[in-house]
């Protein structure tokens, strides 16, 4: 028989004394390091004190016997895994049976036989070498292809969140620059159709005061076409198109902002704009919508330094967490009475600030449904969604926190609880880590 390749820690269980001084002298001589115990109870204490490598365990004893000893140990994550092998003066099949039964390894019947012994405390020993080497390689096996996995995950994400942003960059910078023509166009004749219209009315004012008499013919046309009213209203309709043109370039510009192409390299942006952008292509979404009210913004901007960051992805990340407040709120509102939502009316709030460690904060802030805890902790894992199909893919926030945590080395965090709202919290350095 081949020597045992390590110094083995053996515990002998037998209320006999003279089984424990032939066994320990037997596996002592053998360069085994041996323990002993008279009962089951200093069984189970030696061994939860420091779990031995193999424990010999005779079945018959008082108070306690093998048979409850091992399912003790079994129970045990502490002992769980050490190899048992029954003792037993009588070759009784049944007492194999439970002893195999309640998780013994094997069974060694009286009077011993020492080379047997020897044999079947080597091969047990041998064997759980075996099962931890196996187990050490699987784990590791294991980590190895749960780390493939991650990488393979986190190369779906860029790819998918490359191909989005490329996709929608492209379209959102055609349309802000199909909008710029005829927007330039229009805002540059109103401007002389506010003037033009000033002048014809001040040149019919005049015209008033020196023939104050026209006629009948040019009194009923006055009157049918409303003269008096139609002097005063035009220049505020003028007044109003303009206002409506300068909405359109503020679209315009959020578009551009949003869709900003510059992610070869980091920029320092005020990233206030990139919210605002945000939030003004989001606008449809916030307006009432029968039975939810509209859904406020409340923005508390700090006074914080530009960061150095992608824009673009970083944009997308801001609007990935509104959308996703606004999608929570009128989930809520549907199982909310009139009455529900005129004490709880829905908002977003959006804060920003300077971190101690001169990090910026930004925080977005709902007071729809909440979280609950099991889902919370996987809301930013690849292809996780709790949305009906078709209505969400999984990737909204496990982009996010790629872009947020491996694109500009910042922290994506979620705090909340059910019936309190959700907080996304985004933490970014002012200067991003190179990647």
């Not at 085994?32 to 424990?55: F, H, Q, T, W």
């Not at 005020?270 to 952008?277: C, K, L, N, Q, V």
């Not at 804060?351 to 977005?364: E, L």
């Amino acid at each position: 028989m081949e020597p045992t390749p390590y110094r083995a820690d053996i515990l002998i269980v037998d209320d006999k004394p003279d089984n424990l001084r032939l066994l320990s002298t037997m596996l002592g001589d053998r360069g085994y390091d041996v323990r002993k115990a008279i009962n089951g109870k200093m069984a189970l204490a030696s061994a939860c004190a420091e779990a031995p490598d193999l424990i010999l365990l005779d079945i018959r004893m008082p108070e306690m016997d093998g048979f409850e000893v091992c399912e003790a140990l079994k129970a045990n994550e502490t002992t769980r895994d050490v190899p048992v092998i029954f003792l037993s003066a009588l070759d009784d099949a049944l007492d194999k049976v439970k002893a195999f039964s309640v998780g013994g390894s094997d069974y060694i019947t009286k009077p011993f036989q020492c080379e047997e012994v020897l044999i079947r405390v080597h091969n047990q020993l041998r064997l759980g070498q075996f099962t931890q080497s196996l187990e050490r390689e699987v784990k590791q096996r294991t980590a190895e292809l749960s780390r493939a996995l991650k990488e393979l995950q986190q190369a779906q994400v860029q790819l998918v969140q490359s191909e989005k942003m490329s996709t929608l960059g492209q379209l959102v910078a055609g349309i802000a620059h199909e909008i710029n023509n005829p927007l330039g166009f229009i805002s540059g004749n109103l401007d002389y159709a506010k003037e033009y219209t000033g002048n014809l009315l001040e040149h019919l004012t005049l015209y008033q005061e020196a023939f104050p008499e026209p006629g009948e013919k040019i009194e009923e046309n006055a009157e049918e076409i409303e003269l008096e009213y139609l002097s005063e209203d035009l220049p505020k309709l003028i007044e109003s198109m303009s206002l409506g043109i300068d909405r359109i370039r503020q679209i315009s510009v959020s578009l551009r902002t949003f869709s900003r192409a510059d992610n070869a390299a980091k920029v320092s942006v005020d990233i206030h704009e990139g919210i605002d952008s945000a939030v003004m292509i989001l606008t449809h979404r916030l307006k009432a919508n029968n039975p939810r009210p509209a859904i406020e913004i409340v923005k508390d901007y700090g006074d914080i330094p530009p960061v150095e960051c992608y824009p673009g992805p970083l944009n997308q990340v801001f609007m990935n967490i509104l959308a996703n407040s606004i999608d929570a709120i009128e989930e809520q509102c549907r199982d909310r009475t009139p009455e529900d939502m005129k004490r709880w009316p829905p908002r977003v709030e959006i804060r920003t600030a300077i971190a101690d460690n001169d990090s910026v904060i930004v925080r977005f802030k709902d007071n729809g449904p909440g979280i609950p805890d099991d889902i919370r902790d996987r809301i930013f894992d690849y292809l996780f969604t709790t949305k009906e199909a078709g209505k969400g893919t999984g990737l909204g926030l496990a982009i996010s926190y790629q872009i947020v945590v491996e694109k500009h080395g910042g922290k994506l965090t979620c705090a909340s609880e059910p019936g309190r709202g959700t907080e996304f919290i985004v933490e970014l350095p002012t200067t991003a880590s190179r990647n």
